[in-house]
């Protein structure tokens, strides 16, 4: 969580169940509440639809 902060991110995407999940639950300890963490196939159905 420090490196996507130091970074500036405002979206993260994981293609594994269990990173989307710890990522979501840690994220307002980190104060990052603004955070997207989205799921690899969620990006790319976002992309095919027009």
Do not use: P, R
Not at 23 to 33: R, T, V
């Amino acid at each position: 969580m420090s490196q996507i902060k130091a970074a500036g991110a405002n979206m993260v995407v994981v293609s594994c169940h269990s990173c989307h999940a710890q990522l979501n639950s840690i994220k307002k300890e980190f104060g990052m509440d603004e955070l997207e963490v989205k799921y690899l196939w969620e990006t790319v159905a976002e992309c095919l639809v027009l």
